[in-house]
């Protein structure tokens, strides 16, 4: 791994803000998972990540015996499962949108909640749902870093895998954010590297969900019916085989957000096998 992140060291992201990687690489998690370390006198933990003891272990000694909060952004598991034994180790509070997958907060938290970390740094927590209906992204108010979580990661896009994820609700949380971008001067991503042009990531983001929906419909409409293996195969041209089940999770999202929107048709839309039709 020379050259690239390495597990369990801690590296520099601004003046207040630490990053330790987890050992956790895979496809869908790329190097890792980020987990943050905000603040000096006093630290918060952001997504500390899978539960494996080395990480724990890792973050509780970069914390120094200073870790009084553990905040998540979303439930999933390698998100969230390492806050129980970071609050056991370290006696650290754990907030969170509210109780799900395993996560158990002692203080449930939502969109507008503030937290003041040392006299020093301000967080604010903003509810974005779209890739996980409990989603929270984090802004650093004093260095505008946004911690995003998986609602923008470094290096691909965001997976939204319905039931929980949802298209039309991860469109206008993007949008959003944007709005929001004059006081974002960074991304801080639960994967991959810093973020540091945030303006050209939104809008990186939303062209290509917009140009994925437009082929959706197009290949759609083409056929007039069709179930979700066959349009991922004429849209995601682009895309290895191997990922295509992957793609069929967003292509799911893009059609159950058109159904919502009256150009498409479908008896459930729930149902992941259901046959689309194209509303002429």
């Avoid at 650093?140 to 995003?148: A, I, M, N, R």
Wanted: glycine letters at 10%; charged letters at 20%; hydrophobic letters at 40%.
């Amino acid at each position: 791994m020379s050259g690239g992140p390495r597990p369990g060291v801690e590296v520099s992201v601004s003046p207040t803000i630490r990053r330790i990687l987890a050992p956790n690489p895979g496809m869908m998690t790329g190097p890792g998972t980020n987990t943050y370390l905000v603040g000096h006198a006093e630290v918060a933990v952001i997504d500390p990540g899978p539960d494996i003891a080395a990480h724990v272990d890792a973050v509780a000694e970069a914390g120094g015996g200073r870790i009084r909060w553990i905040l998540v952004t979303h439930t999933h598991s390698d998100h969230s499962p390492a806050a129980a034994a970071l609050a056991e180790a370290t006696g650290a509070a754990r907030l969170g949108f509210g109780a799900r997958d395993g996560f158990e907060p002692d203080q449930e938290i939502g969109d507008g909640f503030v937290l003041e970390i040392g006299g020093a740094v301000r967080l604010r927590a903003l509810h974005t749902p779209g890739h996980a209906s409990n989603h929270l992204c984090y802004l650093h108010e004093s260095d505008g870093v946004l911690f995003s979580g998986d609602h923008i990661m470094e290096g691909s896009t965001v997976v939204i895998a319905p039931l929980d994820g949802d298209m039309a609700e991860y469109l206008v949380s993007l949008k959003r954010l944007r709005d929001e971008e004059p006081s974002i001067r960074a991304i801080a991503p639960g994967h991959g590297d810093l973020i540091t042009r945030p303006r050209d990531k939104f809008d990186e983001y939303l062209n290509h969900r917009m140009e994925r929906e437009v082929a959706i419909a197009g290949a759609l409409a083409s056929s007039s019916s069709a179930r979700i293996p066959e349009i991922v195969a004429t849209v995601y041209t682009d895309v290895p085989d191997f990922l295509h089940p992957v793609a069929e999770y967003s292509v799911w999202a893009h059609l159950r957000a058109l159904v919502a929107e009256g150009r498409v048709h479908c008896t459930d839309p729930d149902d992941r096998s259901s046959v689309w039709e194209w509303v002429r």
